[in-house]
T-cell receptor
Framework: AQKVTQAQTEISVVEKEDVTLDCVYE???????LFWYKQPPSGELVFLIR??????QNEISGRYSWNFQKSTSSFNFTITASQVVDSAVYFC????????????FGTGTQLKVEL | NAGVTQTPKFRILKIGQSMTLQCTQD?????MYWYRQDPGMGLKLIYY???????DKGEVPNGYNVSRSTTEDFPLRLELAAPSQTSVYFC??????????FGDGTRLSIL
């Protein structure tokens, strides 16, 4: 069975600080996908990024960057120069490449960015 | 393009009542899913479908039923509602091996 752990329940930062959200996963499969989703206070789920298990290249998109390390089974998410609009719950998730691509979610990290 | 549409957005049920949560998607996605999100928790899979006429159980299927008679629709049925089913329910859809698109959720309270 798959498992995703987000040990940080809640993080509070001041605007313009950098913040890293941790994600550790467990799976015995060698092919899988990792995801980050954002859930703002309005409640919808917004897809941010997907990585496959064969691609360990780090990725940067604007103020967002992702660090995927298979050696430590981690897929961490960094927000640079955080803004109040980044306040949300962030979920890390994993799916296998077969069996319906079902998502296994972590419990989420609540990020609060204050002025 | 509406994406994934869930109705209703909010509902209060009495213990023992039944209801159907509706989900429809207009992206011609093969795969559809139902998740529930309890306070402070991540989402847990209830049921999923890889195509019309095919459904399978997820992690927490007890107390729920689904059907998939068309590509577009994937209703979730609650029989004999219980307080433990108070939750926010999300429907999602995707192509195989593509990211899932989520609806806005249905907030269900059972009193």
């Amino acid at each position: 069975a798959q498992k995703v752990t987000q040990a940080q329940t809640e993080i509070s930062v001041v605007e313009k600080e950098d913040v890293t959200l941790d994600c550790v996963y467990e799976t015995r499969d060698t092919t899988y996908y990792l995801f980050w989703y954002k859930q703002p206070p309005s409640g919808e789920l917004v897809f941010l990024i997907r990585r496959n298990s064969f691609d360990e290249q780090n990725e940067i998109s604007g103020r967002y960057s992702w660090n995927f390390q298979k050696s430590t089974s981690s897929f961490n998410f960094t927000i640079t120069a955080s803004q109040v609009v980044d306040s949300a719950v962030y979920f890390c998730a994993l799916s296998l490449t077969g069996g319906g691509n079902k998502l296994t979610f972590g419990t989420g990290t609540q990020l609060k960015v204050e002025l | 393009n509406a994406g994934v549409t869930q109705t209703p957005k909010f509902r209060i049920l009495k213990i023992g009542q039944s209801m159907t949560l509706q989900c429809t998607q207009d992206m011609n996605h093969n795969y559809m899913y139902w998740y529930r999100q309890d306070p402070g928790m991540g989402l847990k899979l209830i049921y999923y479908s890889v195509g019309a006429g095919i459904t399978d159980k997820g992690e927490v299927p007890n107390g729920y039923n689904v059907s998939r008679s068309t590509t577009e629709d994937f209703p979730l049925r609650l029989e004999l509602a219980a307080p433990s089913q108070t939750s926010v329910y999300f429907c999602a859809s995707s192509y195989p091996m593509e990211p899932q698109h989520f609806g806005d959720g249905t907030r269900l309270s059972i009193l």
